[in-house]
């Protein structure tokens, strides 16, 4: 396939691929907030802070394809089409490094909070609930940035593509973004009662202090 219809086939399939860093770290942001800032997470608006999030990760996807689209020079070359081919060798770097940046800013955050439930767990018995899916969280994280430096390395030595190597890597750090939902609602009962009762109270606004009331009932009920 040419460049030309591969890179308008893969614009907006890439731009997620991209965003998903910044939609990680917002994930993140949100634990950390709840758990180390309490008191400002109550203050929250979670319809501003929702559109936030997507105004970063636009912005941030784009200005990536953008920046590709201006230093692709191949436009009537064959190439194997799949997400990475879009990528330029001018932004290469700063697009690994950027995105790398910001997945271990997030294990960073939902580290600190593991440590801090672990510290916690004798004086506030509550909070050893929440540390199994976050273990779980951090664990499938650096299980992902682990396969995809062995993939690179397998590929370094062998006739590996290092690009397919890198997609095929990089599946398990995207299954830690997208099972983050379900391993909070399958291993943590009160941030289940919390999901169940915004889903049946859709367009309501009281998300966040919700999650925060319901943490600190399960925290004090055991004291």
């Not at 636009?58 to 064959?78: K, V």
């Not at 081919?85 to 939902?110: E, K, N, P, R």
Request: proline share 3%; charged share 10%; hydrophobic share 45%.
């Amino acid at each position: 396939m040419g460049q030309t219809p591969c890179f308008i086939l893969e614009f907006l399939p890439f731009c997620a691929v991209i965003g998903t860093s910044i939609m990680t770290l917002a994930i993140g942001v949100d634990r950390f907030l709840g758990f180390h800032l309490p008191f400002i997470y109550r203050r929250l608006n979670i319809t501003v802070y929702i559109a936030t999030v997507y105004l970063l990760t636009a912005t941030y996807a784009l200005t990536f394809m953008l920046l590709f689209l201006s230093t692709t020079l191949n436009w009537y070359d064959q190439v194997f089409c799949m997400p990475g081919s879009v990528i330029t060798m001018d932004y290469l770097f700063a697009y690994l490094y950027t995105t790398g940046g910001l997945y271990v800013v997030t294990i960073i955050q939902y580290l600190s909070i593991w440590i801090m439930t672990f510290k916690q767990r004798k004086n506030l018995p509550g909070y050893m609930r929440i540390m199994k899916p976050i273990t779980i969280i951090v664990g499938i994280s650096l299980t992902g940035w682990l396969a995809n430096y062995i993939f690179e390395i397998i590929a370094s030595g062998t006739t590996w593509d290092s690009t397919l190597s890198t997609l095929w890597g990089g599946i398990i750090i995207n299954l830690a973004v997208a099972s983050d939902f379900w391993v909070y609602y399958v291993f943590n009962s009160e941030y289940r009662k919390v999901f169940r009762r915004n889903f049946c109270k859709a367009g309501t606004s009281g998300f966040s202090t919700t999650v925060v009331s319901v943490i600190e009932k399960g925290t004090t009920s055991h004291k």
